[in-house]
């Protein structure tokens, strides 16, 4: 995976980092350092989404493990951004990678993509985020039913 896009702030220090593997279906933005405006926030979201339109991808993990600054505002701006964008989109599935508690904030913008069908989960690490989002799920009874083989 390449990054496609980087986001700098006035001070040419990046604050995002956007990467897309459509093989795979997938998109991730990694976040890093200090956000210091909503306008920061809805050009990384008007990038991902538009990402997700063109291509059909189903997947979207979301690193703020790293972010600094703004939090609320942001996951406030993330949330409105959401419940207009992602209307009629391929999207499937989202994961934060996160290393704090849950919080209100990652709470408002889950809520918001749950209420559009996709599913949301948050994770401390991307190896996890990563098996949720592309690892099909099988269900127990499958592998109940399945025959066991002995050697």
């Given at each position: 995976?390449?990054?496609?896009?980087?986001?700098?702030?006035?001070?040419?220090?990046?604050?995002?980092?956007?990467?897309?593997?459509?093989?795979?279906?997938?998109?991730?933005?990694?976040?890093?350092?200090?956000?210091?405006?909503?306008?920061?926030?809805?050009?990384?979201?008007?990038?991902?989404?538009?990402?997700?339109?063109?291509?059909?991808l189903e997947s979207w993990l979301c690193d703020v493990s790293q972010l600094e600054g703004l939090i609320e505002e942001s996951a406030k701006e993330a949330a409105n951004y959401f419940k207009n964008q992602l209307v009629e989109t391929s999207l499937k599935k989202f994961a934060f990678i996160s290393k704090k508690a849950s919080n209100t904030s990652r709470t408002l913008v889950s809520s918001v993509l749950a209420a559009q069908g996709i599913e949301v989960k948050t994770f401390a690490n991307n190896a996890l985020a990563m098996q949720w989002l592309l690892l099909p799920s099988i269900d127990d009874a499958v592998w109940d039913e399945a025959p066991v083989l002995t050697f």
């Amino acid at each position: 995976m390449n990054a496609i896009k980087r986001f700098e702030n006035e001070d040419g220090r990046f604050y995002a980092s956007v990467v897309c593997e459509p093989e795979q279906s997938l998109l991730m933005d990694v976040w890093t350092g200090e956000l210091t405006s909503q306008d920061q926030v809805v050009a990384v979201m008007d990038y991902c989404v538009g990402c997700i339109q063109k291509q059909g991808l189903e997947s979207w993990l979301c690193d703020v493990s790293q972010l600094e600054g703004l939090i609320e505002e942001s996951a406030k701006e993330a949330a409105n951004y959401f419940k207009n964008q992602l209307v009629e989109t391929s999207l499937k599935k989202f994961a934060f990678i996160s290393k704090k508690a849950s919080n209100t904030s990652r709470t408002l913008v889950s809520s918001v993509l749950a209420a559009q069908g996709i599913e949301v989960k948050t994770f401390a690490n991307n190896a996890l985020a990563m098996q949720w989002l592309l690892l099909p799920s099988i269900d127990d009874a499958v592998w109940d039913e399945a025959p066991v083989l002995t050697f």
